[in-house]
């Protein structure tokens, strides 16, 4: 009933890759994070290399994480009792955890554990919902225009909107440019085009395992409450579907009930809830050295 941790991708694949595809749609953060740092680098979420964690019970592997600094840490599907002992494991070792996501039971009792030791508030940051792709139903009548895909002459647009995205939602934008230029290289990105003029944008995360995350959807404010978001987000999931991926998955944002109606329109299925909370209000190197 311990806990491993350690820095190295492959010895975290060898020891927690099975469990987690075991589960792909709950654990789909964790994969698709895992996949874009093997494809892009250690620093692709920041300067400290990523650090991976799995807990033993019985001789199997029942919880992992994955944390990319400065990022909160991701949970994988764990019990309440997992998650304790994974922040008094990261306590010992001194990790300055700036917040933790995953399904309310686990965060919670990470978030009660680790402000016992630390001291400080836990504040919930996001709240969203799972969806899963059932049957696509394109909106219809659509929106004036057509989707394609987008090309090098458009990253400097799409890297606008992944930035614009992110500070909307509140959360970091992409590092640097690795990560889109991948997506538009493999043709992950689509841009709804209106009159010849791109004005919406739908992305996803690729098929790993055949498993794919639509990510991110965005409309310049302007440009919303016209279709373009619903339009862009089915003919992207066709296109997902298409190309190999048997689950097509996207987060809709609680607070968001627009966003939240019309994944279901397009035939979007809830699948479970995850939260994510940030810890404020400590001092890890006066705590840490007590704790444990």
């Not at 709950?26 to 990523?50: C, F, I, K, N, W």
């Not at 987000?233 to 944002?253: I, K, M, N, Q």
């Not at 966003?259 to 840490?288: C, I, K, M």
């Amino acid at each position: 009933m311990t806990w491993t941790t350690t820095t190295d991708p492959d010895a975290f694949e060898a020891a927690a890759g099975a469990f987690l595809r075991a589960r792909p749609v709950e654990h789909t953060m964790l994969l698709s994070v895992a996949a874009t740092v093997r494809a892009s680098g250690a620093d692709t979420y920041g300067d400290q290399p990523p650090r991976y964690g799995w807990r033993h019970e019985g001789g199997e592997v029942d919880a992992a994480f994955l944390w990319t600094p400065p990022r909160p840490v991701l949970l994988s599907a764990m019990s309440a009792r997992a998650a304790g002992a994974l922040a008094d494991t990261l306590t010992r070792e001194r990790r300055p955890v700036p917040g933790v996501g995953g399904d309310h039971t686990a965060v919670d009792a990470f978030a009660a554990t680790w402000l016992r030791h630390h001291g400080g508030t836990a504040d919930t940051v996001e709240r969203s919902r799972l969806h899963r792709l059932g049957t696509l139903v394109p909106p219809h009548p659509g929106p004036p225009g057509a989707a394609r895909p987008a090309t090098t002459a458009d990253r400097a647009l799409v890297l606008e909107w992944f930035a614009a995205f992110a500070a909307d939602a509140g959360v970091a934008p992409p590092r640097d440019a690795r990560t889109v230029d991948d997506r538009i290289a493999h043709g992950r990105v689509l841009l709804w085009e209106d009159a010849g003029r791109p004005v919406a944008m739908a992305a996803h995360t690729g098929a790993d395992d055949g498993i794919t995350r639509v990510a991110p959807v965005y409309t310049p404010p302007g440009l919303r409450g016209r279709g373009y978001a619903g339009a862009v987000t089915a003919a992207l999931s066709r296109t997902a579907r298409d190309t190999g991926a048997h689950e097509v998955l996207l987060f809709a944002d609680l607070a968001n009930p627009t966003a939240n109606a019309l994944y279901q329109r397009l035939g979007y299925e809830s699948v479970r809830d995850r939260v994510v909370v940030e810890f404020s209000g400590a001092d890890l190197a006066e705590t840490g050295a007590t704790s444990g």
